[in-house]
């Protein structure tokens, strides 16, 4: 009978810690699922800054100026990748290459709309995604060159944002449909 080696190495960590195999396995487990949520974190936190729009997103904080306390204008686009196929939705054009390599693991791109909002300092653009999360981006502030963004989805993520004016960045990972959502949040 051949052993698996994940058994192997469980029965390997039990001996030497003294902890019954079982146990091992149930820790096993538990770091799978850890590792699992930290790589949907991670990939939720996917804040993509590749230059499809001029001003990348996360630079450098510039200094201040005339729009840093003028409204902003967001654009939030909803985007459901599925690993299987090889079909990018013609209204995603401009953005193919970009998603592409930002999310290799996914074949099939389709665009499922764009709310646009204009938002005031300290004010919050309320956004509702295709499944139904909410999502609520805050405007914290600017400075020359980069927004300070509050960004909220449901009650499964937060965390805040700096991006380039004219940048688009990514927030993905949300299960979707056989796939995730994938969020473009563009910043005017």
Do not use: C
């Amino acid at each position: 009978m051949t052993r698996h080696p994940a058994s192997f190495a469980s029965a390997w960590v039990a001996q030497w810690t003294g902890t019954s195999s079982a146990a091992v396995m149930t820790m096993n487990k538990a770091t799978q699922i850890s590792t699992s949520l930290r790589t949907l974190m991670a990939m939720m936190a996917v804040m993509v800054a590749f230059a499809t729009l001029p001003g990348a997103a996360l630079a450098q904080d510039g200094g201040g100026g005339d729009q840093a306390n003028q409204p902003i204008e967001l654009s939030v686009r909803s985007i459901h990748a599925v690993p299987d196929g090889k079909s990018i939705d013609p209204k995603l054009a401009d953005m193919e290459g970009t998603l592409t390599k930002a999310f290799e693991g996914y074949g099939d791109f389709k665009d499922l709309g764009t709310i646009e909002a204009k938002v005031d300092v300290s004010g919050t653009g309320d956004f509702k995604l295709p499944d139904g999360t909410a999502l609520k981006i805050t405007y914290k502030g600017a400075t020359k060159d980069l927004i300070r963004l509050g960004l909220a989805v449901g009650d499964k993520f937060k965390s805040d944002v700096r991006a380039g004016r004219g940048g688009t960045f990514f927030q993905a990972g949300l299960p979707y449909e056989g796939g995730i959502l994938i969020i473009a949040i563009t910043v005017r």
